[in-house]
């Protein structure tokens, strides 16, 4: 039986033919054009919108001898809430390459005028900013995008409303279909959107700018997120947020809204519901492993690459949120490379599509990832585990060469492909929402503060929030642990992971987590070895049928199946590792924690701790789906 159990993955690994892959790169391919202008910067334009609202732009533009350079030329937009004087250095970069540059605070943020939305008016607004700039007198009449996180978001929104001089974009890390699992994720909501209303979107208000003292005030309030999140749910009027209502209605709403609701579903906050209407244009899609919009960034690639004619193509680092300049996420370090120059990266895009350069994108591979996890396991001169991977180019997303591989959870926590007790078996552990699983690391951001982001060994530090103890979270009794044996060869994940368990419960409605963990065995820099996170997701049974609607509540005891899909990662869980499965009902600060009661999203004041059950037999195989790609292809 012990041979049975460690031959399976080695019989996967050598028995995948390759077929379809590209060759190991040193990375992808960036502009190397020197600068050939000085730069203007033109402050405060005030853009008219349909409703009168006045919108600041600052406009770089290329010079000679102080003054603006006759003629015209492409231009660069991108729009902010983060203000527009922190895009002075991609401002300045692309305008001496060229470019004129637009930087646009959004409604209702710093120099703009209006009330804030999030997403909701940037459809409109980012269109008339696009034909906008078209109409300047400096304008060759094509326009391209630039940004990250918020300002990639803002980028999609415009898209979907197809201004004509819309010519190219680049969202990165880029707001999108937030009901799936960037907001509302499996029907849970992600607290580093409460995080930012408090920490960034309220002290930066238009009235919070006006006001020092109100600002100040509402800085320090964020900086009690902690204490905020603990003292959940939010109701409107009696948080200090009342003195900013447009971001306490917003959070509210949002934290009320399931993800069947029309607030996750207009122009803006979706991609995939306005496939239709969005631009038919060149995009370069960018994102991480440990990025907190992973998943939409490829359900956009994927979904854009059926829908349009206009090449798309998509870039996924090693990296986590809005880091593509590091080669660390967390605790955990990869290669040089796997560190990108971000402005060159784009320049070259936008240089082949505004430019009309035969620069080589055209040839390029549709997909580049770095696939994780060829490293050492040794501590770095960083201190970080130096985890490695490499750069690889692919033909698609995601790789058609996977082979969907099973393992079981087994009644004694091994995960392996033997066969299921017929006899019914299941593992019960109570889940008490006043004392949640703590967060450590994953796929997070706008999270400073409150929570990690990245790759981090599985054990609780001082600043975990309300960790309640040290201990490895393997040690806890509300967190199943199941694990294969140590790996007889490297195994290499890549696509996105499906966790498909049978369950019950004796409360109305609860939730179920699952995370996957590269279980690197003790080194002589890690004695205890080092559990390191590679995805995580949740299900709130509430959704268990589908986004679509809410299910009946549970009935106490009766099995029934739920499915947490987990972020896509491309990960090699190397020879003597274990590959890891941990089931629980909570991941806090994460996301917001399931009072066990059934009662509306967002309005309750009652928790109960509930008895969660996760069935492993036979008729009941609760199971692990990994995308599993063959290891023929070392350099």
């Known amino acids: 039986m012990v041979r049975q159990r460690r031959g399976w993955i080695g019989a996967i690994a050598v028995g995948l033919a390759v077929v379809g892959g590209l060759a190991r790169a040193e990375g992808p391919p960036v502009a190397s054009r020197s ?7 033109e402050k405060d334009h005030k853009i008219s919108m349909r409703d009168g609202v006045k919108l600041a732009a600052d406009v770089y533009r290329p010079a000679k001898g102080g003054k ?17 004087d922190g895009t002075s250095g991609e401002g ?7 470019y004129v540059v637009v930087a646009n605070d959004v409604r209702g943020r710093y120099a703009s005028e209006g009330t804030w939305r999030l997403i909701a008016d940037d459809p409109d607004d980012g269109f008339e900013v696009v034909e906008w700039i078209a109409r300047q007198e400096w304008s060759n009449g094509k326009v391209g995008t630039f940004g990250t996180s918020y300002p990639g978001g803002t980028q999609h929104a415009l898209a979907e409303r197809n201004p004509p001089h819309l010519t190219a974009m680049v969202p990165v890390d880029a707001v999108s279909n937030c009901a799936v699992s960037g907001m509302r994720h499996g029907g849970a909501f992600e607290l580093r959107f409460m995080n930012w209303i408090f920490q960034i979107g309220a002290p930066n208000s238009r009235s919070a700018l006006a006001n020092p003292a109100l600002r100040q005030a509402l800085a320090e309030n964020g900086r009690r997120i902690r204490d905020h999140v603990d003292n959940l749910p939010i109701r409107a009027g009696n948080t200090p947020l009342r003195v900013v209502p447009e971001y306490e209605s917003w959070l509210v709403e949002a934290m009320r809204s399931g993800p069947e609701a029309p607030f996750w579903h207009i122009k803006g906050m979706s991609v995939v519901d306005h496939l239709g209407d969005y631009a038919d244009v060149p995009v370069l899609h960018l994102t991480g492993w440990y990025d907190s919009w992973t998943r939409q960034v490829t359900m956009n690639y994927q979904a854009l690459s059926k829908a349009k004619s206009a ?5 996924i680092g090693p990296w986590g949120h809005g880091g593509q300049g590091s080669n660390v996420s967390g605790e955990v370090e990869f290669t040089r490379d796997a560190a990108i120059n971000l402005a060159a990266l784009r320049l070259r895009w936008y240089d082949r599509w505004l430019r009309g350069e035969k620069n080589g994108v055209d040839n390029d591979s549709p997909v580049w990832i770095y696939v994780m996890g060829t490293g050492d396991d040794r501590k770095s001169p960083k201190g970080k585990l130096q985890h490695g991977g490499s750069w690889r180019a692919e033909r698609e997303w995601p790789p058609a060469r996977t082979k969907p591989t099973t393992l079981f959870l087994q009644p004694g926590g091994e995960l392996s492909t033997e066969p299921l007790p017929r006899k019914t078996s299941s593992t019960t552990y109570t889940f008490d929402p006043r004392h949640p699983v703590p967060t450590i690391g994953g796929n997070i951001s706008s999270n400073a503060g409150l929570m990690t982001n990245g790759g981090w060994d599985q054990r609780p530090r001082e600043d975990t929030h309300a960790a309640g103890n040290h201990l490895p979270l393997s040690e806890r009794r509300d967190v199943l642990v199941f694990r294969t044996d140590p790996l007889p060869e490297d195994l290499e994940v890549t696509g996105t992971v499906e966790v498909r368990l049978w369950i019950s419960s004796t409360a109305p409605e609860t939730d179920f987590t699952a995370k996957l963990i590269d279980e690197i065995p003790p080194n002589p820099d890690y004695p205890l070895g080092f559990d390191l996170n590679i995805g995580d997701s949740i299900i709130r049974t509430r959704y268990r049928q589908g986004n679509e609607a809410p299910a009946p509540p549970l009935q106490r005891g009766t099995p029934e199946p739920v499915a947490i899909v987990l972020y896509p990662t491309s990960n090699v869980f190397k020879k003597g590792h274990r590959l890891r499965v941990d089931i629980s009902s909570s991941n806090y600060p994460r996301f917001d924690v399931n009072p066990n009661t059934g009662a509306p999203l967002g309005d309750y004041r009652v928790m109960r701790s509930a008895e969660n059950t996760v069935y492993h037999d036979a008729t009941h195989p609760s199971q692990v789906i990994l995308p599993v790609i063959g290891d023929t292809e070392k350099p």
Not at 68 to 84: E, S
Not at 311 to 315: A, D, N, V
């Open 92 to 98: 300045r970069y692309y305008a001496e390459r060229g």
């Open 35 to 41: 600068a050939e202008f000085e730069v203007v910067v």
């Open 68 to 84: 603006p350079v006759a003629g015209k030329f492409p231009a660069l937009l991108t729009r902010t809430p983060y203000n527009k």
């Open 311 to 315: 090449p798309q193509r998509l870039m």
